[in-house]
T-cell receptor, first 114, second 112 residues
Framework: DGGITQSPKYLFRKEGQNVTLSCEQN?????MYWYRQDPGQGLRLIYY???????QKGDIAEGYSVSREKKESFPLTVTSAQKNPTAFYLC?????????????FGSGTQLSVL | SQQGEEDPQALSIQEGENATMNCSYK?????LQWYRQNSGRGLVHLIL?????REKHSGRLRVTLDTSKKSSSLLITASRAADTASYFC????????????FGEGTQLTVNP
């Protein structure tokens, strides 16, 4: 089945630690996105990529880093500089790099701080 | 600031009733999309309405768009307990259509 796979589903971070969230898609989509969702709130864009080896900052990129070495993969690293990382992280993809008409989402990763 | 803002924040109805959610936005848009999110899950695209359309239907969903008022509504008819979820509107950003901005959502509870 085509789709987006996020792993792990739950992740715990110790203070001062970097953690990496995985996102893989087999939809052959060019564009991929990372969103952060806090309880009872909407989604805020962290980073996005429209082509391999290129990515752009979203609205809340500080404390996060990404890479896009393969079309299928767009991992997100939450660095120790992100002081409030507890949130639900959603990866998404889109077939088009122009005006978005539909995003496909993974099932999310819940990150908590120990 | 949020491009899309939903109203109400929470809505509780009985099975069989209709549910109406509203979304307001601030800038010119090319399209407006509605998504659904079950608790602890990813979002699922429901329907897209283009700026030159006034109304669109998909099954039990009816979406309207009023560009003069910069607002949209999502109507779910004959609601079911399985419709319980959060519903978000989203619009492409005016400066970069390749970025979607989401509202804060309406939490819909359908009681059996």
């Amino acid at each position: 089945d085509g789709g987006i796979t996020q792993s792990p589903k739950y992740l715990f971070r110790k203070e001062g630690q970097n953690v990496t969230l995985s996102c893989e898609q087999n939809l052959n989509h060019d564009a991929m996105y990372w969103y952060r969702q806090d309880p009872g709130q909407g989604l805020r864009l962290i980073y996005y990529s429209q082509i391999v080896n290129d990515f752009q900052k979203g609205d809340i990129a500080e404390g996060y880093s990404v890479s896009r070495e393969k079309k299928e993969s767009f991992p997100l690293t939450v660095t120790s500089a992100q002081k409030n990382p507890t949130a639900f992280y959603l990866c998404a993809s889109s077939a088009f790099t122009g005006t978005i008409e539909k995003l496909f989402f993974g099932s999310g990763t819940q990150l908590s701080v120990l | 600031s949020q491009q899309g803002e939903e109203d109400p924040q929470a809505l509780s109805i009985q099975e069989g009733e209709n549910a109406t959610m509203n979304c307001s936005y601030k800038t010119s848009i090319n399209n407006l999309q509605w998504y659904r999110q079950n608790s602890g899950r990813g979002l699922v695209h429901l329907i897209l309405i283009r700026s030159n359309e006034r109304e669109k239907h998909s099954g039990r969903l009816r979406v309207t768009l009023d560009t003069s008022k910069k607002s949209s509504s999502l109507l779910i008819t004959a609601s079911r307990a399985a419709d319980t979820a959060s519903y978000f509107c989203a619009t492409p950003q005016e400066t970069s259509g390749s970025r979607l901005t989401f509202g804060e959502g309406t939490q819909l509870t359908v009681n059996p």
